[in-house]
């Protein structure tokens, strides 16, 4: 499969693309449903780490949506930022999600990548996510640790029963 996508390119994403990421959200995240104005909102906050996974003639396959943020303060499910911190604390991977059509394409790891660049960038000591759908393992081979702090799991149940937070260090 991987190189039948091999023609995928990552690009940052645009308020064109905001129905096809909604199409795409119910098919790859349907338990973890998003409204128009969270994408609307992290491409206005951060746009830099906004990101779409597109074919030559111009199909999107995937997305990715990342900003700076707090470390152990994730944000809610389906919900506002309102503001970027002042001095953020870990670089926060809020998606990342590709279509059937492009798994095992490379191309998550090929955005991890990039966004560790972002991060540093960024001045940013490591990167965090919460992990659901049963990614631990992919998150893992991307230098990804869990860390299982207990003041987290009533926050990490509202993603749902197998949500781990985890942490890549940069530096």
């Known amino acids: 499969m991987a190189s039948e996508h091999s023609d995928l390119r990552w690009r940052l994403m645009e308020a064109g693309d905001l129905a096809s990421i909604n199409a795409m959200a119910e098919v790859i995240h349907p338990d973890f449903p998003e409204d128009d ?28 949506v990342t900003h700076p943020w707090q470390i152990y303060a994730m944000p809610a499910l389906n919900s506002l930022l309102v503001e970027l911190p002042t001095h953020p604390s870990t670089y926060y991977l809020h998606d990342i999600a590709l279509m059937p059509t492009a798994r095992g394409s490379g191309a998550a790891a090929r955005i991890v990548a990039v966004l560790a660049e972002q991060a540093r960038r960024e001045d940013l000591a490591n990167m965090s996510l919460v992990s659901v759908n049963n990614s631990v393992g992919f998150w893992e081979k991307q230098g990804f640790k869990t860390e299982n702090l207990p003041e987290l799991e009533a926050k990490l149940k509202t993603y749902s029963e197998d949500a781990r937070f985890m942490v890549r260090q940069l530096r």
């Open 37 to 64: 104005s969270v994408f609307r909102e992290r491409m206005r906050l951060y746009g830099n780490g906004c990101f779409v996974l597109e074919s030559p003639g111009g199909a999107l396959h995937g997305y990715a």
